[in-house]
């Protein structure tokens, strides 16, 4: 069992940045692909960025590439999620994610973190 605590939503105005941070409750944490996802209201949830286990390769949706960056800290076990250029189509609920098998199916999640952008 993992544990997955977001922090670091909040309220910014369109063109701001927020550095989200999700720690994780686990001796293996260097073992799980981390991602981050996100659901807006009314829309489903949706793939925003994952991490490999060593953090030497990275994935982005198209709407955020360029703009988000994730990265992680296995001594920490933290993976962060900086996000720039915020727009006000970004706002949703953030949620962080553990891949035990790399196969894109996430066992773990967190209970999320509130991003609003205002324009």
């Known amino acids: 069992q993992v544990q997955l605590v977001e922090s670091g939503g909040g309220l910014v105005q369109a063109g701001g940045s927020l550095r989200l941070s999700c720690v994780a409750s686990?001796?293996?944490?260097?073992?799980?692909?981390m991602g981050w996802s996100r659901q807006a209201p009314g829309k489903e949830r949706e793939f925003v960025a994952a991490i490999s286990w060593s953090g030497s390769s990275t994935t982005y949706a198209d709407p955020v590439k360029g703009r988000f960056t994730i990265s992680r800290d296995n001594a920490k076990n933290m993976v962060y999620l900086q996000m720039n250029r915020l727009k006000p189509e970004d706002t949703a609920v953030y949620y962080c994610?553990?891949?035990?098998?790399?196969?894109?199916?996430?066992?773990?999640w967190g209970q999320g973190t509130q991003v609003t952008v205002s324009s």
């Open positions: 686990t001796r293996t944490f260097s073992a799980y692909v």
């Open positions: 994610g553990a891949d035990p098998r790399g196969d894109e199916e996430y066992d773990y």
